[in-house]
């Protein structure tokens, strides 16, 4: 208490700076440290729904690695949905080539073009999926990398 008053103004200014300092450093450990949870929770969960072919979003979080793997995965989605239509529209194309197969005028010319028609879709499905490609190429290196380092 004699500090106190001596000190006067200038050191109940200090002493309630230091108490706001030593309040933020607690709290940002805290949070440092359930980060540092999520993040070990969420690569081995990442790494397991990987090798098994899921990619869908796994568990539930406020941390930021739970936000960022949302927002990632929500446009990821959005294109594979956008490449899932189109296959389908491939798909379709294919069926219907097949039904028309089946008419009596069907002959070695109409199924010729019916298989050059399937296989430059094929090829257009094939160039939209190799886009991915180095993305998918640069994720598994990234994933080697972090396997190697731990």
């Known amino acids: 208490m004699e500090f106190l008053e001596k000190g006067g103004v200038v050191f109940a200014l200090i002493l309630s700076c230091s108490l ?34 899921n990619n869908r979003p796994f568990g539930a979080g406020e941390g ?36 028309s197969l089946a008419a009596e005028d069907s002959d070695l010319t109409t199924f010729s073009d019916g298989l050059a028609e399937i296989n430059g879709n094929f090829e257009t499905s094939q160039a939209a999926l190799s886009e991915m490609l180095p993305d998918l190429t640069a994720l598994a290196k990234l994933s080697q990398t972090e396997n190697q380092a731990q």
């Not at 993040?39 to 790494?47: K, L, S």
């Not at 927002?71 to 189109?86: D, L, N, P």
């Open 20 to 53: 706001v300092a030593v309040t933020i450093a607690v709290q940002r450990w805290r949070f440092y440290r359930s980060v540092e949870k999520e993040e070990t929770m969420y690569i081995t969960q990442w790494q397991q729904s990987f090798t098994s072919g």
């Open 64 to 99: 930021p690695l739970a936000k960022l793997w949302t927002a990632v995965y929500k446009g990821w989605s959005e294109e594979q949905s956008q490449e899932e239509s189109a296959f389908e529209a491939v798909l379709e194309k294919e069926d219907a080539y097949y039904t």
